[in-house]
């Protein structure tokens, strides 16, 4: 697939500097004054879009339209998104609006099983999700977060089972740290690091802060 590209190349081009790439898409946040100027930019965004395989999603809400570009089934970035950012943020910016990246985040939640096909099932039926492979959960209408299963060695008690992914722009990473340290919590582990961190709430939920920086294209 010679289209696609790193997280990092993505970073690195031209004209892309309003996105951020998260864990599965690249995505903008344009402020807005009114619903109708989000609607007009939503009309400039179609007109984009016609004829493409892959088309953007936007979530319009008051004060900001919320922009992502899907990687798909391929797990990367791709030089058409790259494409298709620059011309996005060109068109916004015709408009007079400005970029808030900076505020975006994708939440997920990962579910360590010892059968992975059974628990999913489960969690298919209660949530209405679809499959997506062999680990992957999704909301048929892309709203509510992604649900990933991982695969578990031996039972585990001693640890919650289930926790929450939280991907922010590679800039907020230490910054959402910090503050979660403040409010109680501590650092389990920063091996990772700077792909993602391990954290703990004062009873030992955990969560995950990750950034793009684990992700590579596809060979």
């Not at 016609?50 to 922009?67: M, N, Y």
């Not at 628990?119 to 209660?126: C, K, L």
């Not at 230490?174 to 109680?184: L, P, T, Y």
Request: with cysteine; charged share 20%; glycine share 6%.
């Amino acid at each position: 697939m010679p289209d696609l590209i790193t997280p990092a190349q993505f970073h690195q081009s031209e004209g892309v500097g309003d996105w951020r790439v998260l864990a599965t898409c690249v995505a903008t946040r344009v402020s807005i004054a009114s619903f109708a100027q989000g609607a007009r930019l939503l009309e400039r965004l179609s007109g984009l879009a016609e004829g493409l395989a892959c088309r953007p999603e936007a979530d319009l809400r008051p004060g900001s339209v919320t922009i992502r570009l899907a990687f798909g089934d391929t797990g990367a970035p791709s030089k058409s998104d790259v494409e298709l950012a620059r011309a996005i943020s060109s068109e916004a910016a015709e408009m007079g609006l400005a970029f808030d990246c900076l505020s975006l985040q994708q939440v997920m939640l990962a579910i360590d099983a010892m059968s992975i096909p059974t628990v999913m099932q489960f969690w298919r039926a209660v949530l209405g999700y679809v499959a997506k492979g062999e680990e992957d959960l999704v909301d048929p209408y892309a709203v509510s977060p992604w649900i990933w299963f991982q695969q578990m060695d031996a039972p585990r008690t001693e640890r919650n089972r289930i926790h929450v992914d939280v991907y922010v722009p590679y800039e907020k990473a230490q910054e959402r740290i910090a503050a979660a340290v403040a409010a109680g919590g501590r650092v389990v582990t920063a091996e990772h690091a700077p792909a993602w961190w391990v954290l703990a709430d004062p009873e030992g939920n955990e969560a995950c802060i990750g950034t793009h920086m684990e992700f590579e294209a596809p060979a």
